[in-house]
């Protein structure tokens, strides 16, 4: 007989339907819900407060571990729900309304988000609605497919309300690690000194008085299918293991490697995938997602622990995951999103950080949230938070995007989310640049000998050589750094017209 879910007898008397939990949102409130990418997140009672706001107009400030899937961040978006939102997101329909200007959007590093909530810099929080596999006798949660900021935001919140899924296996407990640091003068040291290491509990502590209703569904995580690896991207992660390679050779990295993160998506997933073709062995994986790829290295016997925040799969990689649960929670702990993008562990485990980037400039500053430096994409995750305190910071993206009519590399960024100080690698599909110990020409130099598709070689280094006549440390020509992108929006290409 399968362990009930609700353990607690005194909770039994909350439990109630979507709908009525979804009449505690009133309007104006603050709401913080679980969820890490399209994992465990509330599906029931967003969906029954968009369906609610269909009769009363309703606004909330909207707050989550990061992206969530269309039951929460495409409903409430379409219905007109959300006024403000943070810190990061995918969905098409959100991403629309926050280009429309009409949701306000507030793009966090993904590790400051608990901490700037508790010291009070982003106002109030409401409720929390949180997704659950179980209650514990003592009314504490157990988290399902994420852990994300759900720990701070239960701690936080004056009401909370339980979703447990039937959909995620009970399997899922003693996954999870959860950990929440003093804030200061308080704080003392993480005690995480390696990758497997477990520094606290296995629920999320919650007052059984706090749990407003508990609501069940079996909704499942509405995941993303991942793009098949293309040539590019792996001709991306063959150059970036023959980078490996020679840092091994220079003794600037041990056999092993250095524990590895990977950013979301579907070209850090195929990155990563080359690894599982490579010749490295008993890798270690610190990181927020934990994607198909993971799996695909644990499968293969070249992954000995891996720790994030989330498990990101495909439909077909979640499904692997179901059916295998029992042998990868050996290997697997889910942490709160504060620890596993923590930047003082992350210099300390000295992670290799291996990000995506939608444009570099020649000096090796990069945006990774804009298009056409005003529109937003997704936000800046926690690319963030690895990049400016890992061992090695290393940003990877084709050379051409829209069949070649635009250069990821130009000679000046439309937007910067990481700047030249903290990027020490960038890497397509024509080679790696290496920017450590280089002043900016020598970067510069680098960057379009190695890395731009060679229709952009020649502007690229025409432009250099006419703003190296101009002088400066990092040479410009402004009234033509930003022209490709002009160009892109008058004719539709980035190449002169002639």
């Given at each position: 007989?399968?362990?009930?879910?609700?353990?607690?007898?005194?909770?039994?008397?909350?439990?109630?339907?979507?709908?009525?939990?979804?009449?505690?949102?009133k309007d104006g409130m603050t709401v913080g819900t679980s969820g890490f990418t399209p994992a465990g997140y509330p599906k029931a009672v967003p969906l029954a407060l968009a369906e609610r706001a269909k009769k009363e107009r309703i606004k909330i400030n909207l707050w989550t571990g990061a992206s969530v899937g269309d039951e929460l961040d495409g409903a409430l978006a379409r219905a007109g729900i959300i006024n403000k939102r943070l810190p990061y997101q995918t969905n098409e329909s959100?991403?629309?309304?926050?280009?429309?200007?009409?949701?306000?959007?507030?793009?966090?590093?993904?590790?400051?988000?608990?901490?700037?909530?508790?010291?009070?810099?982003?106002?109030?929080?409401?409720?929390?609605?949180?997704?659950?596999?179980?209650?514990?006798?003592?009314?504490?949660?157990?988290?399902?497919?994420?852990?994300?900021?759900?720990?701070?935001?239960?701690?936080?919140?004056?009401?909370?309300?339980?979703?447990?899924?039937?959909?995620?296996?009970?399997?899922?407990?003693?996954?999870?690690?959860?950990?929440?640091?003093?804030?200061?003068?308080?704080?003392?040291?993480?005690?995480?000194?390696?990758?497997?290491?477990?520094?606290?509990?296995?629920?999320?502590?919650?007052?059984?008085?706090?749990?407003?209703?508990?609501?069940?569904?079996?909704?499942?995580?509405?995941?993303?299918?991942?793009?098949?690896?293309?040539?590019?991207?792996?001709?991306?992660?063959?150059?970036?293991?023959?980078?490996?390679?020679?840092?091994?050779?220079?003794?600037?990295?041990?056999?092993?490697?250095?524990?590895?993160?990977?950013?979301?998506?579907?070209?850090?997933?195929?990155?990563?995938?080359?690894?599982?073709?490579?010749?490295?062995?008993?890798?270690?994986?610190?990181?927020?997602?934990?994607?198909?790829?993971?799996?695909?290295?644990?499968?293969?016997?070249?992954?000995?622990?891996?720790?994030?925040?989330?498990?990101?799969?495909?439909?077909?990689?979640?499904?692997?995951?179901?059916?295998?649960?029992?042998?990868?929670?050996?290997?697997?702990?889910?942490?709160?999103?504060?620890?596993?993008?923590?930047?003082?562990?992350?210099?300390?485990?000295?992670?290799?950080?291996?990000?995506?980037?939608?444009?570099?400039?020649?000096?090796?500053?990069?945006?990774?949230?804009?298009?056409?430096?005003?529109?937003?994409?997704?936000?800046?995750?926690?690319?963030?938070?690895?990049s400016r305190s890992a061992y090695l910071s290393i940003f990877a993206t084709p050379s051409t995007a829209k069949n070649g009519a635009i250069s990821c590399i130009v000679p000046m960024v439309s937007h910067v989310d990481h700047t030249e100080h903290e990027v020490h690698v960038i890497v397509t599909e024509w080679g790696v640049a290496d920017l450590r110990n280089k002043c900016p020409v020598e970067r510069a130099q680098e960057i379009i000998n190695n890395c731009a598709h060679p229709?952009?070689?020649?502007?690229?280094?025409?432009?250099?050589?006419?703003?190296?006549?101009?002088?400066?440390?990092?040479?410009?020509?402004?009234?033509?750094?930003?022209?490709?992108?002009?160009?892109?929006?008058?004719?539709?290409?980035?190449?002169?017209?002639?």
């Amino acid at each position: 007989m399968e362990e009930p879910r609700v353990r607690c007898p005194e909770l039994l008397k909350k439990v109630t339907s979507a709908a009525e939990a979804a009449e505690l949102i009133k309007d104006g409130m603050t709401v913080g819900t679980s969820g890490f990418t399209p994992a465990g997140y509330p599906k029931a009672v967003p969906l029954a407060l968009a369906e609610r706001a269909k009769k009363e107009r309703i606004k909330i400030n909207l707050w989550t571990g990061a992206s969530v899937g269309d039951e929460l961040d495409g409903a409430l978006a379409r219905a007109g729900i959300i006024n403000k939102r943070l810190p990061y997101q995918t969905n098409e329909s959100i991403r629309d309304a926050i280009n429309r200007r009409e949701v306000q959007y507030i793009d966090i590093h993904l590790s400051q988000v608990a901490q700037q909530a508790r010291y009070g810099f982003l106002g109030h929080l409401d409720v929390a609605i949180v997704e659950a596999v179980a209650i514990t006798p003592e009314g504490y949660l157990i988290p399902s497919t994420s852990v994300g900021n759900t720990p701070t935001f239960v701690e936080l919140a004056e009401k909370v309300i339980v979703e447990i899924n039937t959909s995620q296996p009970l399997e899922l407990e003693g996954m999870h690690d959860i950990y929440i640091p003093a804030d200061p003068p308080k704080r003392k040291p993480i005690p995480l000194t390696r990758v497997d290491e477990r520094i606290g509990t296995p629920y999320i502590l919650c007052e059984p008085d706090k749990i407003a209703a508990i609501v069940f569904t079996d909704i499942p995580d509405n995941v993303r299918p991942l793009a098949p690896v293309d040539a590019i991207s792996k001709q991306m992660a063959e150059n970036l293991i023959e980078f490996f390679k020679r840092e091994i050779k220079a003794g600037r990295l041990p056999d092993k490697l250095l524990p590895l993160q990977s950013g979301v998506g579907s070209v850090a997933n195929a990155v990563l995938a080359g690894l599982a073709q490579s010749d490295f062995s008993d890798l270690e994986f610190y990181s927020e997602v934990i994607q198909d790829s993971v799996f695909d290295l644990i499968d293969a016997g070249k992954m000995r622990f891996v720790s994030g925040t989330s498990i990101t799969a495909s439909e077909a990689g979640l499904k692997r995951f179901y059916e295998n649960i029992k042998s990868y929670r050996q290997k697997i702990i889910l942490r709160p999103q504060e620890i596993s993008n923590n930047p003082e562990v992350i210099r300390r485990l000295g992670i290799i950080a291996m990000n995506t980037a939608i444009e570099v400039d020649i000096y090796g500053n990069v945006n990774s949230t804009h298009i056409m430096g005003t529109r937003m994409m997704n936000g800046i995750g926690g690319s963030g938070d690895f990049s400016r305190s890992a061992y090695l910071s290393i940003f990877a993206t084709p050379s051409t995007a829209k069949n070649g009519a635009i250069s990821c590399i130009v000679p000046m960024v439309s937007h910067v989310d990481h700047t030249e100080h903290e990027v020490h690698v960038i890497v397509t599909e024509w080679g790696v640049a290496d920017l450590r110990n280089k002043c900016p020409v020598e970067r510069a130099q680098e960057i379009i000998n190695n890395c731009a598709h060679p229709d952009y070689r020649p502007l690229l280094k025409e432009y250099l050589d006419k703003a190296l006549k101009r002088g400066g440390h990092t040479p410009h020509c402004l009234e033509e750094a930003l022209s490709w992108h002009i160009r892109f929006g008058a004719h539709g290409s980035m190449k002169p017209k002639n």
